[in-house]
């Protein structure tokens, strides 16, 4: 099946800085979403974005489906950023819906 | 809205009992899920459902049952609970245009442990 690849798998930052997480899938896929879970375990949806690229507020997005990545940009972070980004994928051709999730980027900011 | 919510929290169960896991969703969603999280790994998708009537194994089904009577209602049965199925809940649910289906909403999670 398809493969779901993040990195890095965790991330320090200072509050303030800038960064760029990654996505790695292994075949073609009718969509993309990226998910901030909180310290708490909940769960929030960021981007739906099969490609191209969206902005919201300090957060963008962009994925490439012909060379089957997506990249989450988050600047100027702060402390409410912290917490898990997970990158997931409809595989083409699968049942809809059927997300496959990566391993997810522990991101951590310090004030 | 109160988008999905799920019920219980939390819940400690002994091995071999059984207990349902309740979820329900006030978008008139048709797409709902259930996905199990195991400490430091993403998400896998347990069952899902279409619509009211229809339900599908995911990718980790066995030990699992669902049903569907209801839009907005979509709950997850453990028969006989074991160890291996310690780990937290998501149900969650999305509406679907045309060939896709759209953006996932997630409930807050059922932590379970099984002793």
């Known amino acids: 099946g398809i493969q779901v690849e993040q990195s890095p798998p965790d991330l320090i930052l200072q509050e303030g800085a800038n960064s760029t997480l990654r996505c790695n899938f292994s075949?073609?896929?009718?969509?993309l979403q990226w998910f901030h879970q909180n310290p708490w375990g909940q769960l929030i949806n960021l981007f739906y974005?099969?490609?191209g690229t969206k902005q919201n507020g300090r957060l963008s997005a962009t994925t490439v489906a012909t060379e089957r990545y997506s990249l989450l940009y988050i600047s100027s972070s702060q402390t409410t950023d912290s917490g898990v980004y997970f990158c997931?994928?409809?595989?083409?051709?699968?049942?809809?819906?059927?997300?496959?999730f990566g391993k997810g980027t522990k991101l951590s900011v310090k004030p | 809205n109160a988008g999905v919510t799920q019920t219980p929290k939390f819940r400690i169960l002994k091995i071999g009992q059984s207990m349902t896991l309740q979820c329900t969703q006030d978008?008139?969603?048709?797409?709902m899920y259930w996905y199990r999280q195991d400490p430091g790994m993403g998400l896998k998708l347990i069952y899902y459902?279409?619509?009211?009537?229809?339900?599908d194994k995911g990718e980790v089904p066995n030990g699992y049952n669902v049903s569907r009577s209801t839009t907005e209602d979509f709950p997850l049965r453990l028969e006989l609970a074991a160890p291996s199925q310690t780990s937290v809940y998501f149900c969650?649910?999305?509406?679907?245009?045309?060939?896709?289906?759209?953006?996932?909403?997630f409930g807050p999670g059922t932590r379970l442990t099984v002793l």
């Open positions: 969650a649910s999305s509406s679907s245009g045309g060939r896709r289906t759209d953006t996932q909403y």
């Open positions: 075949d073609s896929v009718n969509n």
């Open positions: 974005i099969p490609s």
């Open positions: 997931a994928v409809e595989p083409y051709g699968g049942s809809q819906g059927n997300l496959i």
């Open positions: 978008m008139n969603h048709n797409y």
């Open positions: 459902s279409v619509g009211a009537g229809i339900t």
